[in-house]
């Protein structure tokens, strides 16, 4: 009897979006990210599609990521790009990537909002890049903004986020989706992001964020 053929590898189930949907996504962002009087959940979602686009990083991938991952030009110095640090996958793989300079100016804002955000904290600010904007609600209690995010929370600010935006522009545009993932694979399957190189762990202190003004 012939052996049964191997089964392939299944596709992503849901429909990616093309590019020119991704990009619109990123400039969206990355515009109403820095008006004045920008939301601070609308500036993350600026920061998390910004190195979503510029490394190619899931939710868990993003979640990793600590200030000290950061390389970016102060604000004294010319608009320029910077780099990040992503631990990749299961396996944590460690890979250092360009971040272009559009998402470096995002960054800086975004640096300077998580201090606020994190001012009434007790103790030290969180490592990670990445913080809760709002006082949330766990098993009754009550958690300040300012703590690092889960993915649920990132989950739930990119659905708000669709929501709004959808009902905004109407039958102006199409929908956008309501998963994440369907814009980061077009990022990828582009090849719009940086591969980046392997790196180790940084050691403390080696690639820390210039100041945010």
């Known amino acids: 009897m012939s052996e049964t053929p191997s089964t392939p590898v299944a596709r992503y189930p849901r429909p990616v979006v093309d590019l020119t949907e991704a990009e619109w996504v990123w400039r ?12 601070p959940e609308v500036v993350r979602l600026a920061v998390i599609a910004g190195l979503t686009r510029a490394t190619g990083a899931r939710y868990g991938d993003l979640l990793r990521v600590r200030v000290e991952d950061l390389t970016v030009p102060d604000d004294a110095a010319r608009a320029g790009e910077g780099t990040v640090v992503v631990r990749h996958g299961k ?3 460690v890979r250092s990537h360009r971040v272009p300079a559009e998402v470096v ?8 909002v998580r201090l606020e955000l ?14 809760t904007v709002h006082h949330t609600h766990d098993n009754g209690t009550t958690v300040s903004s300012g703590l690092p ?4 929370g990132l ?8 929501h709004r ?18 814009v980061r694979r077009a990022w990828i399957e582009a090849g719009v992001t940086d591969p980046g190189r392997e790196s180790g762990e940084p050691a403390a202190g ?4 210039g100041p945010a003004k």
């Open 165 to 182: 935006t959808n009902a905004r522009y109407g039958a102006t545009r199409p929908p956008l989706p309501t998963r994440f993932e369907q």
């Open 28 to 39: 969206e962002l990355g515009v109403e990210a820095l008006r004045p009087g920008s939301k």
């Open 149 to 152: 995010i889960t993915k649920q």
């Open 155 to 162: 989950v739930l600010s990119w659905r708000r986020f669709v």
């Open 118 to 131: 994190a001012a009434e904290l007790e103790g030290s600010v969180p490592r990670a890049l990445l913080l």
């Open 91 to 93: 396996h944590r793989t």
């Open 105 to 112: 100016l995002v960054l800086r804002h975004w640096l300077a």
């Open 206 to 209: 080696e690639a820390v964020a």
